[in-house]
């Protein structure tokens, strides 16, 4: 029961445009969602991050966005540039002390920026 | 601050052997949380750590156990190896158990022949 959906497995985008990541849960309980970057040979690197009270959080060139009736949240990438060519995990945190420390993430995406 | 440490980076074990990796997190980061990441099944929870205590477990057999020192640095281990236990292991650490956001470790890519 895959409770975190990244259901692209890969996106090519031209450098400079905006680069759109989507991510789909099924899980309620869930209250926080957060947003990963990993090279190879690497440990995911964290991004950005939103609470289930807001709808939109801004970071310079990322921004995520919330949508809680649908269960979808996306990672904007604004203008792309060929270094964020890596795997983008979504990652969510559920309510409650039962899921302490624990992280539930997607597949990944595999973003490539094309110079 | 110096970032999640992990050692060793590359591990080549038998099946049957046992494994300890070692996980070293940010200075004043208190909960230490372990990962394994594999092509099939992606990144899943093994367990969280804090004040030297497990504080929450995933869904891994008991082959699967860790344990958190006073200083916050956690080792991992994994007892009577089979070769699908080969995967990359991810430590992360997060300032206190409460804290949502993880840092992670660069990781130890373990292969079990």
């Known amino acids: 029961d895959q409770q975190v959906k990244q259901n692209s497995p890969s996106l090519s985008v031209q450098e400079g445009r905006i680069s759109i990541l989507n991510c789909d849960y099924t899980?309620?309980?869930?209250?926080?969602f957060l947003w990963y970057k990993k090279y190879p040979a690497e440990g995911p690197t964290f991004l950005i991050s939103?609470?289930?009270?807001?709808d939109k959080n801004e970071d310079g060139r990322f921004t995520v966005f919330l949508n809680k009736s649908a269960k979808h949240l996306s990672l904007h990438i604004v203008p792309s540039q060929p270094g964020d060519s890596a795997v983008y995990f979504c990652?969510?945190?559920?309510?409650?002390?039962?899921?302490?420390?624990?992280?539930?993430f997607g597949q990944g995406t595999i973003l490539t920026v094309h110079p | 601050k110096a970032g999640v440490t992990q050692t060793p980076r590359y591990l080549i074990k038998t099946r049957g052997q046992q494994v300890t990796l070692s996980c070293s997190p940010i200075?004043?980061?208190?909960?230490v949380s372990w990962y394994q990441q594999t092509p099939g099944q992606g990144l899943q929870f093994l367990f969280e750590?804090?004040?030297?205590?497990?504080?929450n477990k995933g869904n891994f057999p008991g082959r699967f156990s860790g344990r958190q020192f006073s200083n916050s640095r956690s080792e991992m281990n994994v007892s009577t190896l089979e070769l699908g236990d080969s995967a990359l292991y991810l430590c992360?650490?997060?300032?206190?158990?409460?804290?949502?956001?993880?840092?992670f470790g660069p990781g130890t890519r373990l292969t079990v022949t």
């Open positions: 992360a650490s997060s300032e206190t158990s409460a804290s949502y956001e993880q840092y």
């Open positions: 899980n309620s309980m869930f209250d926080y």
């Open positions: 939103i609470s289930s009270i807001k």
């Open positions: 990652a969510a945190s559920e309510i409650g002390g039962t899921s302490y420390g624990k992280l539930t």
């Open positions: 200075s004043g980061h208190r909960s």
């Open positions: 750590y804090f004040s030297e205590t497990q504080r």
